[in-house]
Each structure stands twice: as structure tokens, then as C-alpha cells.
């Protein structure tokens, strides 16, 4: 995939799930980088008239808070260890929001991201998961709230900002398309 819609969570949940993966690094297992975030749809182009049509979209829904709670693989990608939200009503319907503003506006969207096979989640390791799990089982959920909304080139890292949430600190320096 060359594109990805990431939902941005706040800095307290971003540090919560850093030290996460710290915990593994320091035990010798590869971790992600980039900061915490989780992707809600992806395809291999999204283009500026899906980009406008996701934003006017995301004006209008309030974005909810995520609770991570669940360590777990996801099918597919056994080779990863994943925190994964609890999924409500609330969740699905702004998914279900994001790609009825991207239906047929995207080239090859990602089947793993679509409604009814999506698992929102964060990656915290991408080898070991079985070590990676025995390493941070037990821990607290993790409350993230969601501070915006960016497209994000996979292939670069390159993240383009499309909504913020009002109040939060990227909110005073982006305003939106």
C-alpha cells in the first residue's frame, strides 16, 4: 500500500505506548519508529478528491476516545504484536464514516482495513510475538484519545494532515483543507 488514514492519538497515549515499545527494544525485539497511531483505511493511491471528500466527512463527526486493551496478533501478520482497541458502536460508525467517504474515490483499498475485517490497533513489535506479549502481560489499558486525522505516504513516512480536533495543540497551527 502506498497510502494510509491514520487516526493521530493524544501525547499521553503516544508516551504510554512508546514505553511499550522501549520495554521491548531494550529486550532485543524490533519495534515501529513512527509514532503510535491507528490506521483506519489504506490503499495504493488516495487522491486529493478522496482527501476532500474524507475531510468534509470528518467535520462533522466527533472522533471517539480508543480504549487498547487487547495483546494479540492479527491473521496475516503473526510475525507482529498488537494492542488492539475494544470495538463499540461508536468506533464502527466513524469507520464505517471514513470509507463511505472514500468509496470509489481510492485505487486498490486495503481489504484489511475495510468495514467487517478491520481490527483497529496499534503495532508494538514486528518480530517475537510471543516474547514480545510474555514481556508486557499484565499492563493497563491504554486510553488514546484521538487529536487528528493525517494521510500518510507508507512508502516515505510523509504524513499530510487532514482534520484536527479542536483544542488540541495541532489545531492552533492547521486549520484544514
Not at 501525547?11 to 531494550?26: M, Q
Not at 486498490?108 to 508486557?136: D, K, N
Not at 499484565?138 to 512508502?155: K, Q
Request: with cysteine; hydrophobic share 55%.
Amino acid at each position: 500500500m502506498s497510502h494510509s488514514v491514520r487516526f493521530r492519538l493524544d501525547d499521553d497515549a503516544a508516551a504510554e505506548l512508546t514505553a511499550l515499545r522501549a520495554r521491548l527494544r531494550a529486550a532485543g525485539i524490533a519495534v515501529p519508529t513512527d509514532r503510535p497511531a491507528v490506521t483506519f483505511a489504506a490503499a495504493a493511491a488516495i487522491p486529493p478528491a478522496a482527501r476532500a471528500a474524507l475531510a468534509d466527512e470528518l467535520r462533522v463527526l466527533a472522533l471517539p476516545a480508543l480504549w487498547l486493551a487487547i495483546l494479540g496478533t492479527i491473521a496475516g501478520r503473526d510475525d507482529e504484536l498488537v494492542l488492539a482497541a475494544i470495538v463499540d458502536a461508536e468506533l464502527l460508525a466513524v469507520h464505517a464514516a471514513v470509507h463511505d467517504a472514500l468509496t470509489g474515490r481510492v485505487r486498490a483499498p486495503a481489504a484489511a482495513y475495510l468495514p467487517g475485517a478491520w481490527l483497529p490497533h496499534c503495532t508494538l513489535s514486528h518480530e517475537r510475538p510471543a516474547a514480545a506479549f510474555a514481556l508486557l502481560h499484565p499492563f493497563p489499558p491504554v486510553r488514546a484519545g484521538v487529536i487528528g486525522v493525517e494521510l500518510v505516504d507508507t512508502r516515505t513516512g510523509a504524513a499530510e494532515p487532514i482534520a484536527w480536533t479542536r483544542g488540541s495543540r495541532e489545531d492552533q497551527r492547521y486549520r484544514g483543507p
